[in-house]
């Protein structure tokens, strides 16, 4: 019977060394290089065992919880998924320790701290309560040792030669099993190649190089001067050092015809600000790469639907969660009118409706999301309803996929029972990062890329070593978060179970570090960042002061550093490549000047009918302040942005209205304070239900506390207003329409209140102070109200009003006022209409829109002659101190304040 001779590497780095090492000394016949992972799967098959059952993940998941006063309860009540993945690695930890015989062992555990003593017991019993169960790996070579030799259908040989890890006991009984079992020799030749390749020195000469490679971290090695073998260069960050090691590997290739790429290597960490740029920078560079792993990052847009499912059915709904749920491609309805419902909920509109054309399942979706749900039937039906609306469309099918697995995880957990936990319900569908591996490409002739955490597997001539920054070469090592450092050492000597400690691990890695080194035979370029991808500061590698101690000359880690940005330090630095000096050019500026498109631009807008668009009086204020913000506004070229919900001043000014309008109603008593006092609340509170259900939360308390307050105190001292001067409200949101001039103007007033006496004023509710106000009103520059006033005298809205229509027979005189909510204060363009002994109200005469009115029509001509004149870097400053307003508009597009005017300013 042939006999299989199973190499075992340490890694995939290092079988690929092993697999071309061999393959360039001949052939070979029944041999097989591979991991511990291939070496199980290929003894499973040999010895005919059954793959392991038992789901680990689950019982620990199921027993952790069962374990009574262990010291892991209270953290996984708040982050159940972290401490799963704690208790998960550090059980295995002292299982791999203790070996086939499975039951963790008692034993005086007076060496241990207290807390490490309440620790072991506390694991001990979890895997107690967990029957024992293994790991899927220990539980397979569980199965091969209790297998029967006789029934192996292939003997084995294994080459453990170039392990650098230790062996634990559940790898060394294996060994020491397929040894018993088999009376098979190993092959003589293939032993001492490994052999060999275990003791050769790979470094050349007595370079700085090779003595860093035999000495580093030794702390015992004489000092060597420098030679040129090696250098460390200071960059600016990992995309510098990629770009700067992509020119000197072609500076190298210019300056020696006889070096290859397959000569030259990369040493990096595996993470995304290395491999990305990596492969951006060195395809357009042109140089070939060998074993970058090269992976896309894609959405998880299976769990995203499934979990911002769940938080808008959970009410009150964070308006961004219910947004994103709608946007999501796998909805039945086409991306644009996801989209457009997503927008319409961030715009605050939470009326949703079906889109044209999306049929029944759309509707569903929607009523599901707007209705919620509070028990476990409703939820599972939702759910149902959601995983039947996944098939109605095309594409994506391995997210539909995901989705439909979540939901199904989810009815299991529903079904459990009536009550259903939110929070863990969410935790189970929360979205991850995807990662799509693309083929991994080993052209022979290429630039070959060396991972931090792995064997090297190829000899070079050079190596460019990036990312030599604090935490890495070797890799940074973590502390345990359930043993100390000591209490790992009194489990090996006391409990005489071999776990590994920090200290072990930091030694593994440093080993490997050194021979990393020891496959360059000519020189090391370390390349030390100085600062991350957000721009924090960076500090070398540690492994840099080991370094230093090696070389004479050097007083500390920094006397080895060049720091490229330094013109002398380029100059002594090896085969960095520098441009020639160029002056620099400045970016041309944008031109700035006053737009004429030479066409009516309110014209562009017009209905089905023909007829022009009628203009709102914020959209004529924006006019007047910014025609570019106007039209930006009308194209649709404002930028759509979404943020979470936030308590600001409109969202205030809409609730404050909304109860206003409840409370004064029109022909309806005016209410006492002490009616408003009991009638507010839930009042606010159907408000704050229909208009910004966020505030309901309870981190919201305060907030609304103080937002109920408020309203309250201006509601009473409107009612008193109210009552001092005998107003009745005739109507509330009152769409009106009229005509400024030739154009159609329209506009919804807050309130209309009647005086005795044939007078009407049109009020405006302001959540703001009074003094803004006063100084726009005192210099001219208030339009809004105004321009409702202009809509009465023009329009026809009074007469689908019996008490407008009546007063207007009457010819009624109307004015303008503003109440200020924040202080309590009427103003109003007025004279003699308010008593004089009434506090917190002032008359401003008729002149407050004087100016306001003449520039709006200036606006008007310019824009129908297809004029657009642009804003004045001053315009802040001047609106500010001479009409008493300032410009928001202006926060409307980042472009508005690109294309100003600069220099001085002619009115």
């Known amino acids: ?18 697999k071309r090492h061999l393959a360039e000394k ?72 203790c070996g086939p015989e499975i039951t963790l062992p008692s034993f005086d555990a007076s060496s241990l701290s207290l807390r490490g003593k309440r620790h072991y017991n506390d694991l001990a019993a979890l895997h107690r309560q967990m029957g024992h169960v293994l790991p899927d790996d220990l539980a397979l070579i569980r199965s091969i040792l209790d297998a029967d030799p006789a029934r192996c259908i292939k003997p084995v040989v294994i080459y453990d030669h170039l392990l650098q890890t230790p062996l634990n006991p559940w790898q060394h009984s294996l060994l020491e099993h397929v040894r018993e079992s088999f009376a098979a020799e190993p092959d003589r030749r293939l032993e001492d190649v490994l052999t060999g390749l275990a003791t050769q020195e790979q470094g050349r000469g007595q370079t700085n190089l090779q003595h860093l490679s035999q000495n580093l971290f030794s702390g015992a090695a004489a000092r060597q001067p420098l030679d040129g073998s090696l250098q460390w260069l ?65 959405r998880d847009l299976g769990a995203e639907l499934v979990f911002y499912f769940l938080l808008s059915l959970r009410k009150p709904a964070p308006a961004m969660a219910l947004a994103s749920f709608l946007s999501s491609p796998l909805l039945p309805w086409d991306i644009d009118q996801g989209h457009d419902l997503a927008q319409r909920v961030m715009d605050g509109r939470f009326d949703l409706r079906a889109p044209r054309g999306a049929g029944r399942a759309a509707t569903q979706v929607l009523d599901s999301v707007r209705q919620g749900c509070e028990k476990a039937p409703e939820l599972s039906a939702a ?57 991994l490409e080993l052209p022979r002739e290429g630039v070959a890329v060396f991972y931090e955490h792995e064997e090297p597997w190829r000899e070079v001539r050079q190596l460019f070593v990036l990312g030599f920054s604090d935490g890495h070469y070797p890799a940074a090592v973590g502390a ?46 370390f390349m030390i960042p100085r600062r991350d991808v957000l721009g924090a500061t960076l500090q070398p590698s540690q492994s840099l002061s080991f370094m230093a101690q090696l070389f004479a000359g050097v007083e500390d880690a920094d006397g080895l550093i060049l720091e490229l940005e330094r013109e002398d330090d380029r100059t ?42 009628p203009l709102s009086p914020s959209a004529l204020e924006t006019l007047m302040v910014s025609p570019l913000a106007w039209l930006f506004s009308k194209a649709g070229l404002e930028p759509r942005q ?34 408003i006092e009991e009638q507010v609340p839930a009042l606010l509170h159907q408000a704050i239900r229909e208009i910004a259900p966020f505030l309901l939360m309870p981190e919201w308390r305060v907030e609304r ?57 049109v009020v405006d509710f302001k959540k703001s102070k009074s003094d803004k106000r006063r100084e726009r009103m005192t210099k001219g520059y208030d339009s809004q109200a105004t321009l409702y006033r202009i809509m009465l005298q023009t329009g026809e809205a009074h007469k689908t009003e019996d008490e407008l229509a009546r007063a207007f027979e009457q010819g009624a005189q109307i004015g303008v006022l503003y109440y200020l909510m924040n202080d309590q204060v009427v103003l109003a363009d007025t004279a003699g209409w308010l008593p004089q002994d009434l506090a917190g109200a002032d008359e401003l005469g008729d002149g407050i829109s004087t100016k306001a009115m003449t520039l709006i029509r200036e606006r008007l001509a310019q824009i129908r002659r297809g004029e657009v004149r642009l804003n004045h870097e001053d315009d802040e400053r001047w609106y500010d101190k001479e009409a008493g307003m300032a410009i928001y508009a202006l926060d409307n597009s980042p472009l508005l304040r690109l294309f100003m005017h600069r220099g001085e300013v002619t009115r």
């Open 383 to 439: 759910l149902a309803m959601l995983e039947q609306c996944l098939g109605l469309s095309g594409g994506a099918e391995e997210h539909r996929s995901r989705a439909r697995e979540l939901i199904q995880e989810l009815q299991a957990a529903v079904n459990a029972g009536e009550a259903f936990p939110w929070d863990d319900l969410l935790r189970r569908c929360s979205p991850v990062t995807l990662q799509r591996p693309a083929a």
């Open 1 to 18: 019977m042939s006999v299989c001779h199973f190499i075992l590497a340490e890694d995939r780095a290092q079988s690929r060394y092993l």
């Open 26 to 97: 001949g052939a070979w016949l029944n041999v097989v290089v591979g991991t511990w992972v291939e070496l199980l799967t290929t003894l499973e098959n040999f010895f005919l065992v059954e793959e392991p059952t038992s789901d680990w993940a689950a019982t620990l998941a199921s027993c952790a919880e069962q374990v009574d006063e262990a010291f892991w309860r209270s953290s996984l009540e708040v982050a159940p998924a972290e401490t799963l993945s704690c208790l998960d690695c550090e059980l295995q930890r002292l299982l791999r320790a």
């Open 234 to 298: 200071a960059v600016r960050d990992s995309l510098q050092e990629v770009e700067v090691a992509a020119s000197m590997i072609q500076h190298a290739r210019r300056s020696n015809q006889d070096l290859d790429f397959s000569d030259l290597a990369l040493l990096i960490p595996n993470r995304p600000e290395y491999t990305r740029p990596i492969a951006a920078v060195f395809d357009r560079a042109g140089i070939p790469l060998a074993g970058l792993e090269r992976s896309e990052s894609i």
């Open 572 to 613: 002594r630095s090896y085969g960095v490549p520098c441009a020639p000096e160029q002056l620099p050019v400045a970016p041309p500026a944008p031109e700035v000047c006053d737009l004429n498109l030479k066409r009516d631009l309110v014209a562009m807008w017009t209905r089905d009918d023909g007829s022009i668009y």
């Open 642 to 675: 979404w943020a979470p919900e936030a308590l600001d001043a409109m969202v205030k000014g809409t609730l404050a209205h909304r109860v206003f309008e409840d409370l004064f109603k029109p022909a309806a008593a005016i209410p006492s304070a002490k009616e």
């Open 705 to 761: 506390a103080n937002l109920h307050k408020e309203i309250v105190l201006a509601a009473t001292r409107w009612s008193e207003f109210l009552q001092h001067t005998g107003g009745q409200v005739l109507g509330n949101e009152v769409k009106l329409a009229g005509r400024l001039d030739d154009l159609p103007i329209h506009g919804l007033t807050d309130t209309l209140v009647a005086l005795p006496g044939g007078r009407i004023y």
């Open 480 to 525: 345990s978060a359930v043993f100390f450092e000591s209490d790992l050492h009194a489990l090996h000597k006391d409990a005489k179970l071999p776990v590994e400690t920090a200290s072990d691990l930091l030694e593994r890695r440093r080993d490997l570090l050194r021979r990393q080194l020891s496959f360059v035979t000519e020189r090391v370029h």
